[in-house]
């Protein structure tokens, strides 16, 4: 069983930055990929960016790509998100989930059904 806590979901001015964190406890160990996912009211849950178990292999999509960063600390079984230049558009409930699939070791998914565990989500807005 793995838990995941989101923090850090503020209101922001456009342009601004802040930082999401993602704490896992439980079977940590078997987190092969962490990823962040956003889901905006009316619509369906999107991938944001991921990260592999050793930090050496990251995925973002196009949206994002360049403007958010994510990070992995093993030690502190915590993952990150970095978001800067952020817009009006970037609004939404922003989640943490965990990919414990074998397959997560060397595939990095952008699929929520690929992800078995996942935090509650931390709200972001972003005022114009």
């Known amino acids: 069983q793995v838990r995941l806590v989101e923090t850090g979901g503020t209101l922001v001015q456009a342009g601004g930055s802040l930082r999401l964190s993602c704490a896992a406890s439980?079977?940590?160990?078997?987190?092969?990929?962490m990823a962040w996912f956003r889901q905006a009211p009316g619509k369906d849950r999107e991938f944001v960016a991921a990260i592999n178990w050793s930090g050496e292999n990251t995925h973002y999509s196009d949206f994002v790509k360049g403007r958010f960063a994510i990070s992995r600390d093993n030690a502190k079984n915590s993952a990150y998100l970095h978001l800067g230049d952020l817009k009006p558009e970037d609004t939404a409930v922003y989640y943490c989930?965990?990919?414990?699939?074998?397959?997560?070791?060397?595939?990095?998914?952008?699929?929520?059904?690929?992800?078995?565990?996942w935090g509650q989500g931390t709200q972001v807005t972003v005022s114009s």
């Open positions: 989930a965990a990919d414990t699939r074998f397959l997560a070791m060397v595939l990095v998914s952008t699929t929520p059904s690929d992800y078995e565990y």
């Open positions: 439980g079977r940590t160990s078997t987190i092969y990929t």
